[in-house]
């Protein structure tokens, strides 16, 4: 999750079951975190074994689907309210409906007018965090019969920049937001039969195939090791660092390893990092051409933007979409009139809409040195197996030969100048472990099997209360 993290300290193997505060203690947000860590994890797992994979309760199961045929328009699905579980994570599909308002005088039925207008239920092309776009042939829904209607979710971090009430204007503008918020996205999204490699066969056999579609997409196909090496000609480097110390960086850090395309390593997969765990976000407030306006370039040096940083323009839209655009450098800055010159144009579809608190996120990657390196691709680094790679600092990390990699697989890395190195798992002889990525887990469900215009199978389970 990109948010500004000390670092993260759950790990499920050590079987903590809470966190106990020690008076008279520096308190840090990772003790904080880690306790929020584990009361989700219990309850999610508990969840899980009680219902199963996949399941919702029998008087109040969410995301009924129907078949909306669009004659001579877009066809649609019709998204049923209630609650849902994928993995023990809830997933709500309630439309919340707004409140009345007071009505103007002389029209006293004005509020009540406006309750009745709202839609009662999601649809596939209006649902809250999919950001479908009809003009997009690759979202419209499969244009032959049947087809597959699943659920895919996952968790990912909203700060302030996005939603701005969870800033608490009290403590005044100059001063930074406090806490950021995890979130579950889910998604209705629909699969061909032909992909799915079930044209035919009953409501068990699309299960199965199902099943072994998300499992191959669940299932962690790569893996990176870091460590911190002394570089060569650190002794003649004055800094405050030991002179045997491997990590050379003047403050504790915590590196964010993150995939930017996927795919394999030599079909084109490449990846960024951040010192700062990606969280240097600064609001967008207009895009004309290559010029930004921001409402801020940063609170100091070291959280701003400088000529050379390479930056990428988001939204909550191109962050739920997950579809990678080229990072993009600044060239120049403009201090008074708080705005960056890029290298380039950013993406029509992105940053456009204030509606969807359009950022820029800071990358501190720069191109890599030496005779073996090779160029950037999109602004990105290219992935590189086999081999350890320098970020800086002497921060090093390894791919494993022969991964696929995934668009948002991060890992995080933890430098600390006390020890002059990074927190990583080590066996016996000290060698680096190789590990899956932090995240983003997603999770998937089968909704329904749609064989016509009117005719859906459903494929959500239920189950009823215990008492």
């Not at 602004?379 to 494993?400: C, I």
Request: aromatic fraction near 8%.
């Amino acid at each position: 999750m990109h948010a500004d993290f000390s670092r993260l300290t759950f790990r499920p193997g050590r079987h903590y079951s809470a966190v106990l505060t020690q008076q008279g203690r520096v308190q840090l947000d990772a003790d904080a975190n880690e306790q929020a860590a584990i009361e989700r994890y219990q309850l999610r797992t508990l969840a899980a074994d009680l219902i199963g994979r996949h399941g919702g309760p029998a008087a109040a199961a969410g995301f009924a689907i129907v078949h909306l045929p669009g004659n001579h328009d877009l066809d649609d699905l019709g998204i049923g309210g209630g609650r849902y579980y994928v993995d023990g994570i809830l997933c709500e599909a309630d439309r919340p409906g707004p409140d009345p308002a007071v009505p103007d005088e002389g029209d006293p039925g004005g509020g009540e007018a406006d309750v009745r207008q709202e839609p009662a239920g999601w649809t596939y092309w209006d649902q809250p965090d999919a950001y479908r776009d009809q003009e997009r042939p690759g979202d419209r829904l499969p244009g032959e019969f049947p087809f597959l209607v699943y659920l895919k979710v996952w968790e990912r971090s909203v700060t302030a920049v996005e939603d701005p009430e969870i800033r608490e204007v009290a403590l005044g503008a100059a001063m930074p937001d406090t806490a950021a918020r995890a979130k579950v996205v889910w998604q209705v999204l629909a699969l061909p039969a032909s992909e799915l490699g079930a044209p035919d066969g009953g409501e068990s056999r699309v299960r199965e195939a199902f099943d072994a579609w998300a499992e191959a997409r669940e299932r962690p196909a790569a893996r990176l090791a870091a460590r911190a090496r002394r570089p060569e000609r650190a002794s003649e480097d004055p800094c405050l660092a030991h002179p045997e110390a491997g990590y050379r960086g003047p403050e504790n850090q915590l590196y964010r390893v993150e995939v930017h395309r996927g795919g394999s390593a030599g079909g084109g997969a490449t990846f960024k990092w951040s010192r700062e765990n990606g969280s240097v976000v600064l609001p967008v407030v207009s895009i004309e051409g290559v010029w930004v306006d921001l409402t801020t370039l940063g609170d100091d040096d070291r959280l701003g933007l400088s000529v050379g940083d390479w930056v990428e323009v988001a939204d909550s839209a191109y962050v739920s979409r997950e579809e990678p655009a080229d990072l993009l450098q600044v060239a120049e800055t403009d201090l008074p009139g708080r705005r960056v010159r890029l290298s380039a144009e950013p993406v029509p579809e992105v940053g456009r809409l204030a509606g969807r608190h359009p950022f820029l996120r800071r990358w501190d990657h720069r191109a890599p040195r030496g005779r073996d390196a090779l160029p950037p691709a999109g602004g990105a680094l290219r992935v590189q197996e086999g081999t350890w790679l320098d970020l800086e600092d002497g921060v090093q990390v390894y791919f494993r030969p022969c991964g696929e990699y995934t668009r948002g697989d991060y890992w995080l890395v933890p430098a600390r100048t006390a020890t002059g190195s990074v927190e990583w798992p080590q066996n016996a002889a000290g060698q680096a472990l190789l590990r899956p990525p932090a995240g983003v887990r997603v999770h998937h469900a089968p909704l329904a099997w749609v064989t016509g215009p009117a005719t859906v199978v459903d494929l959500r389970q239920t189950f009823a209360p215990l008492a």
